[in-house]
């Protein structure tokens, strides 16, 4: 175990019952993730991208534990091992009160800026909330840190009086990420932060997040759809499809030389400002994107591949080292 990592995820699994039927048993379930390994070493950025639908979220609400809790007849398995700086813990073995000592060192940022903060309480308040629970800060230490925290994702110390609805969604997002450095934390996960920001907000929004990033020496997964994005701000990106990750490397070589299939296809969406550069090949995908309900066997990406193979269908690939620190689940490329 390599204790410079603060995060080990290995083979997590999550399934969700459908129930049906004229007793609404189980009659089919979803696997949402299907069998993650992947590990964040301290102060870097794990960027997790892929389409709508592949289990990017539901992966960071797994890692943080709070699946379980909100959905109870979820199914968990695997481990998730958050390195605490004097041992491994794995939250999923964790009761919810055994949680609570652990929480303040893995702190979510959420995607929607408008609901992911209490209309009721002010700002201060919103910010303060899990001091109160995670630290033993005294009154005038806390209020001092939300002044602080204010201004150093770009707001002033006396809006803190002020509510949620007052403030535009860039500012809600930086309100946010003020209370996700409330208690301290070791490992932030960011769950698309910045889709629900206009593109100029989204720079702004990323370069806060880099400046703290260096200032605290945080270490975030960042949860995104947009590569281009994810390149920006990412030390390591993992690519999911379909509750799988199909490749891991640095930032550069998966968004210049993407090895996977679905991750040419993926590059090839994203759309390029410079007229230049519009002739380059697009890879059209065909067919849907199958329902995790009824996932292919083998492969899940086997069914729109372009160099798919019989063999395929046997069995889920590993990830193989196709060139050093980039790996790929394809044995045929």
Known sequence: MNNSNILEV????VKFPVHGGVFLGKVAEVKAVDGVSFSIKQGETMGIVGESGCGKSTLGKAIINILKFSTPDVDITGEVLLNTGSEMIDLLKLSRNDIRKYRGLIQMIFQDPYSSLNARLTVGQIIEEPMLYHTNMPKKERHEKISMLLQKV???PEQSKRYPHEFSGGQ???IG???ALATNPKLI???EP????DVSIQAQVINLMQELQKEFDLSIMFIAHDLSVV????SRIAVMYLGNIVEVGSGREVYH???HPYSKALLSAVPLPNPKFRNKERVILKGDVPTPLRKPSGCGFRTRCPIAQPVCADAVPPLEEKSPGHTAACPFV
């Open 189 to 191: 996960i960011a769950d």
């Open 194 to 197: 910045v889709s629900a920001l």
């Open 154 to 156: 770009g707001l002033q």
């Open 177 to 179: 990420i003020a209370r």
């Open 231 to 234: 390149e920006h701000i990412s």
């Open 10 to 13: 290995k083979d997590l699994k």
């Open 172 to 174: 809600r997002q930086r």
């Open 257 to 259: 030389h993407p090895v």
